[in-house]
């Protein structure tokens, strides 16, 4: 079965850097667009960056251009989002996720951002 599973969230300060990662398994990693989504309580999930299936073309929010980068490394099936300049305003719960036919999504790792 299809399984995502985050980590790598914690508590930073504003202007630190985190890195996210998300291990999947259960289906082939290698043929499938990845993306990163970000909720904090009373919002809609949004979507922070995608990246496709070899990599060749990523997908930023407007909010992080310049401070996320997001890669994968399809050889150890992982999708990264690498988050530097970290806000006060980044802080929610991130979450991996692809569709094959259907939509899944990994448990969210926590991002809390503040001095």
């Known amino acids: 079965q299809v399984q995502l599973v985050e980590s790598g969230g914690g508590l930073v300060q504003p202007g630190g850097s985190l890195r996210l990662s998300c291990a999947a398994s259960?289906?082939?990693?290698?043929?499938?667009?990845m993306s990163w989504y970000r909720q904090v309580p009373g919002r809609e999930r949004e979507l922070v960056a995608r990246?496709?299936?070899?990599?060749?073309?990523?997908t930023y929010a407007d909010s992080v251009k310049g401070r996320f980068t997001i890669s994968r490394d399809n050889a150890k099936n992982m999708v990264y989002l690498q988050m530097s300049s970290l806000k006060t305003e980044d802080t929610a719960v991130y979450y991996c996720?692809?569709?094959?036919?259907?939509?899944?999504w990994g448990q969210g790792t926590q991002v809390t951002v503040s001095s």
């Open positions: 259960g289906f082939t990693f290698s043929g499938y667009t």
């Open positions: 996720y692809t569709r094959i036919i259907v939509q899944y």
């Open positions: 990246i496709t299936s070899a990599g060749g073309v990523t």
